[in-house]
């Protein structure tokens, strides 16, 4: 069986206010918290995500899809599709969805457990979540599809 290259990922935790980005690699099947993009009833920053995709040279984009708990879409559901829709024909990369439930609960439960062992020193914020759910999104994808 053929190795499959290593793939580098962008990922994205969409919200109404923030975008979280995290960035990922099929090398060691993880990720990492990256930045927040703002996000208004204008739209995303585009530029912004222009800028990292360029900074970071990525393969494809996975992107986050909230639905219920059960398993019924939303308005939020629409939205976040719509947005990776935008972004495929934007960028011009391969974009990816995945079921991002409970990774925002996730995200803070993680990031509480390094500010109480002392490995974060900053408060847990919206933006932390963001990035942190960005991560979580990402690793499931890598995990499903490509572990190493």
Known sequence: MAEQPALTALGFDFGLRRIGVAV?????????DLTVIRNTEAGPDWAGIASLISEWRPDLAVVGVPYNMDGSRSDLTVRAERFARQLAGRSGLRVETVDERLSSREAEASLKA??????RKRSVDAGAVDMRAASVILERWLAAEHSP
């Not at 099929?26 to 990720?31: K, L, Y």
């Not at 390094?114 to 490995?119: F, H, P, V, Y």
């Open 114 to 119: 390094e500010r109480q062992d002392g490995r």
């Open 24 to 32: 990922g690699t099929t090398v060691t099947g993880s990720a990492r």
